[in-house]
């Protein structure tokens, strides 16, 4: 499986943005989701999750509420929508796929894929 993250880019304080993690080669309709972000100079850190079957979301506390995750299994594609973003999403945004579920993955957690980053800037 290859993935591939899109959607980054510079946007103000207070601003939107919507990620895109494409995946070709198999399909994801069987495999859970997971966002990672990793901001300069820190470790990566685990940011959304959803489950395959159950389409069960889970968030990192710091961006409950303003990330909403989803996908669409037609497409092979997972999103991760961001609203009302603050100098601390700052971050390389990555997306990865695994058989296994984990609510909430530790940034040593072993992933069965790992895409493609994509750098979102957030300016005050």
């Known amino acids: 499986v290859q993935l591939q993250a899109s959607g980054g880019g510079l946007v103000h304080v207070g601003g939107s943005l919507r990620l895109s993690c494409a995946a070709s080669g198999r399909t994801l309709s069987r495999y859970h989701m997971y966002w990672f972000r990793q901001a300069p100079g820190k470790e990566r850190k685990f940011v959304s999750a959803i489950n395959w079957r159950f389409s069960i979301a889970s968030h990192a506390d710091s961006v409950k509420g303003r990330f909403t995750i989803s996908r669409d299994n037609a497409n092979n594609t997972v999103y991760l929508q961001m609203n009302n973003l603050k100098g601390e999403d700052t971050a390389v945004y990555y997306c990865?796929?695994?058989?296994?579920?984990?609510?909430?993955?530790?940034?040593?957690?072993?992933?069965?894929?790992w895409g493609t980053g994509t750098l979102v800037t957030v300016s005050s």
């Open positions: 990865a796929a695994d058989r296994n579920w984990t609510s909430r993955p530790s940034s040593a957690h072993a992933m069965d894929y």
